[in-house]
């Protein structure tokens, strides 16, 4: 597996590297815009993700080689840790690094070499796969105490407080502690989490639709931002704390907007619980019923799909029936859908989509067949 990125490593930094990492992209099964809410989520790592060769330097000095954009080599000092407005990729290892140190976490300086095949902008989560295979080196090469848990909190807090994306922490964690053919149930609160096979039998067929998501930090500010004043006009924590009661209660008190985003979020909520208990009852007609009324709600009242991911959707759904579902994923305005495909209709679902999509948009989609794989801290 490391094969090609220690050699990268050598050719550039003349030496050969100490340790290496991988950790991998994600995709999320159901439950949205829930992880911020202090909510619930049902995602898996997938077998995208990036690897990292990683050397020791003495000087406090960091030179970062990252193969897939443009082979560029960029030097930064731990001392001077800045924010990097023109190569924005370096600041997912610059914003890793000075969280690490922030938490009391001693090291030096690194060389280090990155590659990944996470498809970029399309929502499969490479950039917390890159923070999370940094901080996965880190831990190797200084044998710092690091859990994958910690990790996904630093990986968070770099993408909150240095990049500038108030995300939330489903990405990291996966990226951190998925399981192999497991999908995982994760407490965003809490952080506890519990596992559920997968189904045997099926593929988490994953279709980008090339549309990258445009002003995605933004508007996914904004969201957030929609959802909070919900949570502090009804003076809760967080919309985790809402019932569905409660807010139909004070409807008219609300803007339409507000209401919209907060009755997704509650109902998310539920349908993710209640995703888990059909997964682990093998219950698929019911999990795809909730993976489409999941879409919906991401459609109609979080409003964060576009038309492309919403033909996808449609496409693969009408074709399934009630043999699978498919839904958008992440945090969308563009980006890819998700769906659970018998693996005997596979090869007929993808044709399909890229006919019908081709025919309709003008350029194809991106099929990916992928499985559920370990984190970057998974034993
Ligand atoms: C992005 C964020 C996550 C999550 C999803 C939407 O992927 O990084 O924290 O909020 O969007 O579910």
């Known amino acids: 597996m490391f094969n090609e990125i220690a050699a990268i490593f050598k050719a550039q930094f003349g030496y050969s590297p100490e340790c290496f990492s991988h950790a991998p992209g994600r995709v999320n099964i159901i439950g949205d815009h829930t992880d911020y809410n202090d909510g619930f989520v049902l995602p898996a790592a997938i077998n995208f993700g ?9 000087d406090r000095k960091i030179r970062v080689f990252a193969y897939d954009c443009s082979q560029m080599l960029i030097e930064f000092s731990l001392d001077t840790i ?14 890793s690094l000075k969280m690490l140190m922030r938490a009391g976490y001693l090291f030096s300086g690194a060389d280090i070499a990155v590659s990944g095949n996470v498809p970029q902008g399309a929502g499969l989560s490479s950039s917390a796969s890159f923070e999370i295979a940094l901080l996965r080196a880190m831990a190797s090469l200084y044998q710092l105490e690091l859990s994958g848990i910690d990790a996904a909190k630093l990986g968070q807090q770099s993408e909150n407080e240095f990049v ?14 998925g399981q192999c053919n497991q999908a995982m149930l ?21 279709v980008d639709s090339k549309v990258k998501r445009g002003l995605v930090e933004s508007a996914y500010n904004d969201r957030r931002a929609e959802c909070e004043l919900v949570a502090k006009h009804f003076s809760v924590t967080a919309l985790r704390d809402l019932t569905l009661a409660q807010l139909e209660s004070e409807k008219a008190n609300l803007s339409a907007v507000a209401y919209k985003r907060a009755r997704h979020v509650i109902t998310e909520n539920d349908r993710t619980l209640a995703a888990f208990t059909a997964l682990e009852n093998k219950d698929m007609t019911q999990l795809a019923t909730l993976m489409r009324q999941s879409h919906n709600s991401l459609q109609t009242d979080f409003e964060t799909s576009t038309p492309e991911m919403n033909y996808l959707v449609k496409t693969i759904n009408a074709f399934l029936g009630e043999q699978g579902g498919a839904r958008m994923t992440g945090g969308g305005f ?3 859908v998700v769906a659970l495909v018998p693996i005997h209709l596979v090869e007929q679902v993808k044709n399909l989509v890229i006919s019908e999509y081709t025919h309709v948009f003008g350029y194809s989609p991106e099929v990916h067949t992928c499985n559920a794989v370990n984190g970057a801290f998974s034993a």
């Open 82 to 95: 800045e924010f990097n407005a023109k190569f924005t990729w370096v600041n997912y290892v610059a914003g």
């Open 186 to 206: 994760l407490d965003c609160r809490s952080l506890d989490y519990q596992l559920a096979s997968l189904p045997e039998g099926y593929s988490l067929f994953i």
């Open 164 to 177: 500038g994306c108030n995300c939330g922490i489903m990405d990291q964690l996966i990226s951190a502690l």
């Open 334 to 336: 563009g980006g890819c």
């Open 50 to 58: 990036t690897n990292i060769a990683i050397g020791k330097r003495r």
